[in-house]
């Protein structure tokens, strides 16, 4: 979705989008229902937990010896196990949606030096290309990707505010 922007190879090289620490193990992707049945053909041992009125993360045992949790659907050589079939959240990353006092914004999180190094200029009329409708649009029919806001991500754009 965001190739555009972001390279496919430059996504490659870095990966920190799938590998999450105590303070960012919120972010883990949001796993819709087919998403999960397919998580579980690929990895049977994986366990889950319910997020929200129907989808799912990641159960989270213990963290490795470096003190992260790496996406169990990260192959270390190949990538996303999901291919091109990826969780929403993954999709749009680094952007992100977030509910502050009950509105809505598109977000993005700081840690993805490739887009924080765009101007914002570029990052909004990205967004305003269309990716925002279609952010917002899935959050109206999957509200639990909307996650609380975090004051650590700037907000680009809030929802219902002409653009
Ligand atoms: S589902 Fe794929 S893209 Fe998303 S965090 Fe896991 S490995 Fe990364």
Known sequence: ML?????????AKCRLCCIF???????TPVLSQNIKETAEKILPDAEFISKGTR??????????????????LLDPQKGCMLGTEKPFDCQIWPFRIMELDGRQAITIAPICDA???????????FLKEGLADTIFDYAAENPDVVKPY????PVLLWKDKNF
Not at 21 to 27: G, N
């Open 150 to 153: 975090d004051s650590m991500y």
């Open 3 to 11: 190739t555009k922007l972001l390279s496919r190879e430059t996504c």
């Open 21 to 27: 620490d105590h303070y960012d193990v919120w972010e």
């Open 115 to 125: 887009m924080m190094a765009q101007p914002i200029g570029t990052l909004l009329s």
């Open 55 to 72: 989808s799912y993360l990641f159960r989270i045992r213990e963290f490795d010896e470096d003190d992260l949790f790496r996406c169990p």
